[in-house]
């Protein structure tokens, strides 16, 4: 029906505009939304940027892992054991923000469905 | 509006006492005498205020600009022509374009956008220099000295410039662009001349102001004059001729000191002033905040170097 | 058209070339070259070295942004003509002694412009414009001082064609401004403008008749820079050429598109899809890279955002070296480059200058690792 109706000709009836409509939900809780669709945006346009240096990392991490039996020089462990120190920290508060923000996301995935219920019953 | 000056020391960053003493300890310095670099460092902040935006030249501009953020103009933004738009800086750059410069900073752009998007479009108050040779009137020579021309496009025989200095990297720019020059300087009497042989950068009124010689009359529409931060005193533009005037001079410096380290007739401003002492607080600051590795604070002039002896 | 052979801008991953290969095709002797990057950071290093290793004389350096790259080069004698703004070492060495040694003696003829002055013909030359309009350089010496003109290197030949084809036939020229001053902030907006500039002399600029002669606002019109050669160091490069610089560009994008032909010294060379997930984040389009060369600490010993800081040691120790006889650091500076650039990043670093934990080679680059979220290593030892 909608797609039939957007093939047939502009109306005048179609250009006409409504009057104000009495908004469903309070401007605070579309505040809500917004700002947590835009913060979780954000983020996924940063990741975007490293969504293939990332995948990349665990590939470089195995052949640096097979290179390190064959190392000669105490030195050299040293320097890799700084930058993998280095690499743990930033990693990690990657991870911890990662898992921080996904845990929520479940936990308000389970409260959308309650609610849904109860505005059924 | 809201008349503008410097900030209140409450709003200084605060550094402990007791952290000082113990650097100060270390080494072997006394927390309450400053050095001349030091002296320097704090008259040059001592003449920007909040609120301003001040583009900084590279050498003692560096830390002459981080002073003034710690201290009299906490909400002045920096601007360094690399393509650094209001830094916080937390260690002293050597460089205008160094990542310890563009730390935190708005925008990081190049260096033609730097120059026109700040300094031709309308944010530069201050124009923060250093300078090889400064004249009468305010014009500062950062080029060469004993003829400008390299060999084979002179003619007499020389092979070249006496002493070839660096060149104006962006001070002609700066000095051109701000509403007040600032310049940073060693002075003696041979870098004090009446007339520079060679301008690189009008910091002042260029030519007796109101002559067909002064800046505006070259085409430069901004610019109000210059102050020269010696380590002797501090020169202004005088409002009606444009000549370069003492003043305000340092604690236990005497006035025919100053004299005699200039070419020319010089004039005591009608406002002189003596120069307050450098407080603790200031010496404190520009140690432990601006430059505890000493790397412009820690240098000597010659003037240092003969007393020592 | 159809036979055209594929420029070298369009050679996809073959512009990815060895250290040697890319220096040995593109700079010869006399080479118009423009080194990227300001002063310590972002220097394209490893290229330089090489050129020093081809011993490629002659050089027309034209450039922007400090002076270690020509300092490396003037020390070997490799500079002829200089076209730059500022040739010292800023914080380090106020003015770098080979190359000021080498103006007061008669090796280097140079032309100087203004920072801005050069910026706007790197502007120019990045547009494709006959010029630029810079509104600084009124009152100086600038105006009247023009070595490349006294040595007869602007111009026409007889025969029609450019007496030096990468020199433009004026330094500046003036022009009276055809609107007055009209676009020049402080504006004049009902209520005033929005700058922080206060004064605004126009006024007394339209009175003045400097220059031309009649009366009015001047501007003064700059050339483009037209190197044959611009050599860069990006952190990141597509293989295709795309590339992204992180950190201060310095004067890089410009110079990079004003050239014939651009160089580019990477840390890492990666996928293209890579940079192009952000594309708006990427700093040169690939078309105008002609070669790409992979050398990872080839910034040393300066200072790559992001990356590693500069080795200050060597710095602070380089400026007692320049100091001494020319021809003793000619050979100091040519037996520093070594043989090729992987002996030097192993042997160079830390050696022949006093570092605090006296470590050398890679042990020392690792050591000059900077911290990712300030883009330097804080609390790098900076001792004068």
């Not at chain 3, 403008?193 to 006024?203: G, K, M, P, R, Y």
Request: proline share 5%; with cysteine; charged share 25%.
């Amino acid at each position: 029906m909608e797609r039939k109706r957007m093939r047939a000709r502009i109306t005048e009836e179609d250009l006409r505009l409504s009057e104000a409509v009495e908004p469903k939900e309070s401007f605070e809780t579309w505040q809500k939304v917004i700002n947590a669709a835009w913060d979780m945006t954000i983020v996924a346009v940063a990741y975007n940027d490293m969504r293939i240096p990332l995948k990349r990392v665990p590939e470089t991490l195995d052949t640096l892992e097979k290179a390190v039996s064959t190392v000669t020089d105490e030195k050299t462990l040293d320097i890799i054991e700084e930058e993998l120190k280095t690499g743990v920290r930033h990693f990690s508060d990657i991870l911890e923000g990662a898992r921080d923000s996904r845990e929520r996301m479940d936990r308000i995935l389970r409260a959308t469905w309650n609610r849904r219920v109860q505005l059924k019953t | 509006m809201a008349v503008i000056r410097a900030s209140d020391p409450g709003q200084w960053t605060n550094v402990d006492d007791t952290e000082y003493e113990a650097y100060c300890k270390e080494r072997g310095i006394d927390p309450e005498k400053y050095t001349t670099m030091e002296l320097l460092c704090i008259a040059a902040a001592r003449q920007t205020y909040d609120y301003s935006f001040i583009f900084a030249g590279t050498g003692l501009p560096m830390i002459g600009c981080m002073m003034a953020q710690h201290t009299y103009a906490p909400n002045a933004l920096i601007i360094m022509e690399a393509g650094i738009l209001d830094p916080k800086l937390i260690e002293v750059p050597i460089s205008v374009s160094e990542a310890r410069g563009g730390y935190m900073c708005s925008t990081l752009s190049n260096m033609a956008d730097t120059f026109g998007t700040f300094a031709q479009r309308g944010f530069c108050t201050f124009g923060m220099l250093g300078g090889a040779e400064c004249d009468k009137y305010g014009n500062l020579n950062s080029t060469a000295m004993g003829g400008y021309y390299s060999k084979s496009a002179r003619d007499d025989g020389k092979t070249g410039p006496a002493v070839r200095f660096a060149g104006s990297g962006g001070a002609n720019n700066i000095a051109s662009y701000a509403d007040v020059g600032l310049a940073m300087m060693v002075q003696e009497k041979r870098r004090f001349p009446e007339v520079n042989e060679y301008v690189t950068s009008v910091t002042g009124s260029r030519g007796p102001l109101g002559s067909a010689d002064d800046r505006y009359h070259h085409g430069l529409f901004r610019g109000s004059g210059t102050t020269i931060v010696s380590d002797l005193c501090i020169f202004r533009s005088s409002p009606e001729t444009g000549e370069l005037q003492m003043a305000e001079i340092y604690p236990g410096v005497e006035e025919q000191l100053v004299r005699d380290n200039v070419s020319w007739e010089l004039q005591t401003a009608k406002d002189f002033k003596p120069f307050d002492v450098p407080a603790y607080e200031e010496i404190k600051i520009a140690r432990m905040v601006c430059d505890p590795n000493r790397i412009y604070l820690g240098r000597k002039t010659k003037r240092d170097l003969a007393a020592e002896k | 058209m159809a036979e055209a052979t594929i420029p070298t801008f369009m050679r996809g991953k073959d512009k990815i070339m060895s250290l040697s290969d890319a220096v040995k095709t593109f700079i010869k002797p006399g080479t118009c070259i423009c080194p990227g990057g300001f002063s310590y950071t972002k220097k394209p290093f490893a290229l330089a070295r090489e050129v020093i290793r081809q011993d490629i004389k002659d050089l027309f350096v034209t450039m922007n942004g400090g002076a270690s790259i020509c300092e490396f080069w003037a020390a070997a004698g490799l500079v002829k003509l200089l076209d730059t703004t500022y040739i010292g070492l800023e914080g380090i060495q106020p003015v770098a002694y080979s190359v000021r040694r080498s103006i007061q003696d008669g090796t280097i003829d140079v032309e100087d412009y203004s920072n801005y002055g050069f910026g706007l013909r790197t502007v120019a030359g990045r547009y494709g414009w006959p010029f630029a309009p810079l509104m600084s350089e009124f009152g100086t010496s600038f105006m009247d001082h023009d070595t490349f003109g006294k040595m007869g290197l602007r111009g026409k030949k007889a025969d029609g064609s450019w007496i030096h084809p990468s020199i433009a036939p004026a330094r500046a020229a003036v022009i009276e401004d055809p609107f007055d001053g009209w676009g020049l902030r402080p504006h004049a907006f009902d209520g005033g403008d929005a700058t922080s500039n206060q004064t605004n002399f126009l006024e007394q600029v339209r009175e003045s008749t400097a220059y031309t002669g009649n009366k009015g606002v001047k501007c003064i019109l700059v050339p483009p820079i037209l190197p044959e050669v611009t050599i860069i160091l990006a952190q990141r490069t597509g293989e295709l050429g795309t590339t992204r610089i992180e950190g201060i560009w310095g004067p890089d994008n410009e110079q990079a598109i004003s050239a014939k032909n651009c160089i580019v010294q990477v840390e890492k060379i990666v996928q293209e899809e890579e940079l192009r997930a952000q594309p708006y984040s990427n700093t040169i389009a690939m078309q105008y890279i002609d070669a790409i060369v992979e050398v990872p600490y080839g910034g040393f010993p300066g200072q790559v955002p992001y990356y590693y800081d500069y080795d200050w040691d060597f710095w602070r120790s380089y400026t007692q070296i320049n100091r001494k006889d020319k021809a003793e650091v000619n050979t100091y500076i040519r037996d520093w480059v070594m043989e090729d650039e992987w002996t030097f990043l192993s042997t160079r670093p830390g050696d022949g200058y006093p570092t605090i934990t006296g470590t050398s080679g890679l042990e020392r680059l690792f050591e000059l690792r900077a911290d990712a979220m300030y883009g330097y290593k804080p609390g790098l030892a900076r001792p004068l």
